[in-house]
Nanobody, 114 residues
Framework: QVQLVESGGGLVQPGGSLRLSCKAS????????MSWYRQAPGKERELVAH????????IYGDSVKGRFTISRDNAKNTVYLQMNSLKPEDTGVYYC???????WGQGTQVTVSS
C-alpha cells in the first residue's frame, strides 16, 4: 500500500527555518520523481520544489528559489524540504507528492508569524 506521511511543520518566526520530512512506503522514492506543494488559505495549490528520479535534478518555484532545498535519502525512503529565511507568505499546508504516480500525503501545516 502506497503511503506518504509528512512531518516537521509548525509555527516559526519570520526569518526562521524548518525542515519537512516525507516518509514513503509501498514504493522506492529512488525510482520516482517527488515533489512538495503548498496551499495557502483561499489560494490554489502551487509547486514548491521537485526532485527528479535517477538524476536528482531539482526544480523550484520562483518564490522559494535560494531559500528552500529539496533532497532525498533513498536509504530512509524519505524526501526532505529544508526551508530557510521563512516569510509570512510561506504559510500554508505543505503536501508531499509522488509525481510519477500522483499520490499525495495528508499535508503538514506551516505557519510563519511573529
Amino acid at each position: 500500500q502506497v503511503q506518504l506521511v509528512e512531518s516537521g511543520g509548525g509555527l516559526v518566526q519570520p526569518g526562521g527555518s524548518l525542515r519537512l520530512s516525507c516518509k514513503a512506503s509501498g514504493f522506492f522514492i529512488s525510482s520516482h520523481g517527488m515533489s512538495w506543494y503548498r496551499q495557502a488559505p483561499g489560494k490554489e495549490r502551487e509547486l514548491v520544489a521537485h526532485i527528479a528520479e535517477i538524476t536528482s535534478m531539482t526544480i523550484y518555484g520562483d518564490s522559494v528559489k535560494g531559500r528552500f532545498t529539496i533532497s532525498r535519502d533513498n536509504a530512509k525512503n524519505t524526501v526532505y524540504l529544508q526551508m530557510n529565511s521563512l516569510k509570512p507568505e510561506d504559510t500554508g499546508v505543505y503536501y508531499c507528492q509522488d509525481a510519477t504516480r500522483d499520490y499525495w500525503g495528508q499535508g503538514t501545516q506551516v505557519t510563519v508569524s511573529s
